[in-house]
């Protein structure tokens, strides 16, 4: 069973960056989809973005296309979550999260796929 670890968020200035990490132990990150997901006050979990099993493919949220970038780094047995332009609609939980059974190539966008959580690291931006 895969352990998630999120680390990098803060308070930054609108317009600022963050690079969120999730470092998984207890399995390796190159046999998961992975994902982002965030939870705002009062609101629901929404998805970010995710990378495919195979590492080939990602897919992002409207919202952050353009300004966030995730990446996997098997070596180091992580992912990252940059964040470029931050918005104070930005502001939320984000929570990294790992799928086992998605086939190579889908990216999981819904988080009823995953399997395993992390626990979230806050972010906020200011206005």
């Known amino acids: 069973q895969v352990q998630l670890v999120e680390s990098g968020g803060g308070l930054v200035q609108s317009g600022g960056s963050l690079r969120l990490s999730c470092a998984a132990s207890g399995g390796t990150v190159a046999r998961y989809g992975m994902g982002w997901f965030r939870q705002a006050p009062g609101k629901e979990r929404e998805f970010v973005a995710a990378?495919?099993?195979?590492?080939?493919?990602?897919g992002y949220a409207d919202s952050v296309k353009g300004r966030f970038t995730i990446s996997r780094d098997n070596a180091k047995n992580a992912m990252y979550l940059q964040m470029l332009r931050l918005r104070p609609e930005d502001t939320a939980v984000y929570y990294c999260?790992?799928?086992?059974?998605?086939?190579?190539?889908?990216?999981?966008?819904?988080?009823?796929?995953?399997?395993?959580w992390g626990q979230g690291t806050q972010v906020t931006v200011s206005s």
């Open positions: 999260a790992a799928d086992q059974t998605s086939p190579m190539l889908q990216v999981p966008r819904s988080g009823r796929e995953y399997d395993y």
């Open positions: 990378i495919s099993r195979s590492g080939f493919s990602t």
